[in-house]
């Protein structure tokens, strides 16, 4: 168990903004920051954070809360994990008991498969550095390499013992179960059709790469042999599990990611020692594809954090024309791609290696194209003087300037395309014509395929009906977190009978606290929240607030429970969605809330009491549907309820029938 001193002590220094901007790419917005959803596909900010709050809301999905809750949607993270990560990202010591074997078996499917894998990298880091063969295979090779200890140690590089079962039995002696051994890949069990399993670490005699998540949790890994075994592959990854989707992964993303959003830029490389070494040599802003095919979802990871990508490929890579495939899917999510290729015989492991930072550097901006001008310098090549390839050359990077988004950079592009190929804009505008009706057309074709083959049967769609109680409920939550510890002028109306005997509302002026105002006006018509939620927050705030002089939001989110976090997160960030709309752009200004926070509750009493008069009176209209009962006491309350809500809804302007 983490202390409570500790976990009070997190949430009081993180910042849900510097957190997040470890994942997405936060931009300041007025007050607010914003960004491109983590959890959706989108092209344009709708993602919050509020740095006054402390917390966050993505409108796209729907999540919100605070930094803990960002950690558990985003990482996958257990509560306590989430602690323990801030704890570690803020240099505060944690103190925690050993879990118990109870508490190990309690632990999720998912969280064993980490803990394997973390414990995993230990002990391949450990035998590089404490084991004979380590030191002299394992760190002899990496050192041949030209990487220093400092960064052996940073990418937690390790070595796998040249022997059957090495890794299996130590894990196995420390307590992991071999199914999750099993599942993470590290172990390879193999059924017998008598007798135990027969068992072998799936790594054996390699040198070890960590793959980490963006957060930095072990998903899986990477060895590569260091014999000349022909029956062996060179580079073995993880299988795909629970928790390593190759697809999704991007290799050395947990170490370049500041230096991404700070640069604004990436650099795309494909292995693991081209990451390493660029590093090493300064360049921290580089990730890599782990040898697969560039997929979009990689591509997103690093659109979360910049909008520049450029891809650094081999001298003699072979097969570079498959390569612009993966240039294609840049293109297709509105980022600027840029390409740049090292001397023959170099790659950025060997240019990195041999060449100072300044050097590196400069080669980079001098030699980094945009993507037309690299993709004809490629095709035009290939096609020399003949027409025909020279015309499919043309179709070719008009092809790609289709998959641009953004309309302004897709004339920008036909227009240098123009240029370079020395062919009319019109030309190509006609083609990227073409193009553009092929593709509606395939997408129409499929939308009538698909339509063929389900039935669809319409049904009469009705608007759903709005919830005036919750709607109302969620108001009162929303004033008592924003404005709950305020002192304000407030007006009540005082029922009274005048001189022709008349029930008569007269106004009452007084001072004091929102909290009290709201707790007194709700006691007093033995008013209770009907939400469950609600209740719970309703009843946490009020004595939050009786309690404390001084309300902190932040504070109150963290002595939540998880459960309601993304409720109250959603309720405080409501204003914040309008912002995206850019209102003042438009020469409208919406009237800030603050303005008239005293009118703001006294008019969601009333309509509370309204809503409630009103189902009262439903109910009561019920009991006189009986004709063999005598109603008269039942009608005289109906007119009497009848009454008052006419009184209460003149106050509120609202004309009723």
């Known amino acids: 168990m983490i202390s409570k001193i500790t976990i009070d002590q997190v949430y009081e220094t993180a910042r849900v903004e510097e957190v ?79 879990r118990t074997d109870e508490e190990k078996e309690q632990a999720n499917e998912r969280e064993s498969m980490y803990l394997v894998s973390e414990y995993a990298s230990t002990y391949f880091e450990r035998t590089l550095w404490e084991t004979e063969p380590g030191k002299a295979i394992g760190l002899t090779y ?42 993470t890949g590290l172990t390879i069990v193999k059924e017998q059709p008598q007798g135990a399993a027969k068992k072998f670490d799936r790594f054996k005699g390699r040198v070890m790469f960590p793959i980490h998540s963006m ?8 060895g590569r042999i260091l014999t000349n075994d022909k029956k062996a592959a060179k580079y073995l990854n993880s299988p795909e599990s629970e928790i390593y989707h190759k697809s999704k992964v991007l290799y050395g993303i947990y170490f370049a990611k500041q230096a991404i959003a700070k640069e604004d830029t990436c650099y795309l490389v494909e292995g693991y020692t081209d990451v390493i070494q660029l590093h090493q ?91 037309i001008q690299f993709k004809t310098s490629i095709l035009v090549a290939e096609a020399a003087n003949d027409p025909i390839k020279r015309a499919d050359t043309i179709r070719d990077i008009v ?89 304000q002028e407030f007006e009540d109306l005082v029922l009274k009978e005048n001189a022709e005997g008349d029930l008569v509302l007269e106004p009452e002026t ?7 105002k709201i707790y007194l006006d709700l006691q007093e018509d033995e008013i209770e929240l009907t939400n469950q939620n609600f209740k719970s927050v309703y009843y946490r705030l009020i004595e939050s607030l009786n309690e404390n002089d001084e309300f902190s939001i932040q504070s109150f989110m963290a002595s939540l429970n998880q459960e309601l976090v993304p409720e109250v997160s959603s309720i405080l960030m409501e204003e914040e969605k309008y912002v995206l709309h850019d209102w003042k752009r ?72």
């Open 281 to 371: 040599r300064g360049i921290k802003n580089v990730v890599a594809s782990s040898g697969t095919a560039l997929t979009p979802e990689q591509i997103r990871l690093i659109n979360r954090l910049t909008k520049n990508i450029t891809v650094l490929f081999d001298g003699d890579a072979a097969g570079l024309r498959a390569s612009l495939r993966g240039i294609d899917l840049i293109l297709e999510q509105g980022m600027n791609v840029r390409v740049c290729t090292f001397p023959e015989g170099e790659d950025p492991d060997s240019f990195a290696k041999n060449n100072a930072y300044e050097d590196v550097v400069l080669y980079l901006e001098e030699n980094s194209k945009d993507f």
């Open 399 to 487: 092809k790609s300037i289709s998959k641009i988004p953004d309309r302004i950079k897709k004339e920008v592009y036909v227009q240098e395309c123009a240029k370079i190929m020395q062919i009319s804009e019109e030309v190509l505008y006609n083609t990227l014509a073409q193009i553009n009706k092929k593709v509606a057309t395939d997408v129409a074709k499929k939308q009538r395929q698909e339509q063929k083959a389900f039935d669809v049967v319409k049904t009469e769609q009705t608007s759903a009906k709005v919830d005036v109680q919750f709607e109302l409920e969620r108001k009162i939550i929303e004033m008592l977190l924003l404005y709950g510890s305020e002192r």
């Open 142 to 183: 990496f050192k041949e390499r030209g990487f220093s200890e400092e960064t052996i140690k940073t990418f937690s590089l390790g070595y796998s013992l040249d022997e059957w079962e090495a890794f299996t039995k130590s894990a196995l002696d420390e307590g992991y179960q071999l199914d999750f051994l099993n599942k």
């Open 510 to 516: 007084y001072e004091t606290k929102v909290y009290e």
């Open 20 to 98: 997040i901007g470890d994942f997405v790419q936060l931009k300041k917005s007025g007050s607010n920051f914003k960004g491109l959803s983590p959890f959706t596909d989108e092209r344009t900010p709708s993602f919050m954070v509020s740095p006054v709050k402390q917390i966050w809301k993505d409108f796209s999905s729907g999540k919100g809360g605070n930094v803990v809750a960002f950690l558990m949607e985003h990482e996958h993270f257990s509560y306590p994990e989430a602690i323990r990560y801030l704890a570690k990202k803020y240099n505060i010591e944690i103190e925690e008991t050993e």
């Open 586 to 657: 438009r020469n409208i200004y919406p009237k800030e809330k603050k303005q008239g926070v005293a009118q703001l509750v006294g008019e969601t009493i009333l309509s509370l009491r309204c809503n409630l008069i009103r189902n009262r009176i439903e109910k009561l209209k019920k009991e006189t549907e009986n004709p063999e009962k005598d109603n008269k006491e039942v009608l005289e309350e109906i007119v009497n309820y009848l009454q008052l809500n006419k009184l209460l809804n003149a106050k509120l302007s609202r004309v009723i029938s």
């Open 215 to 222: 957060s930095g949790r072990v998903l899986g890994f990477g």
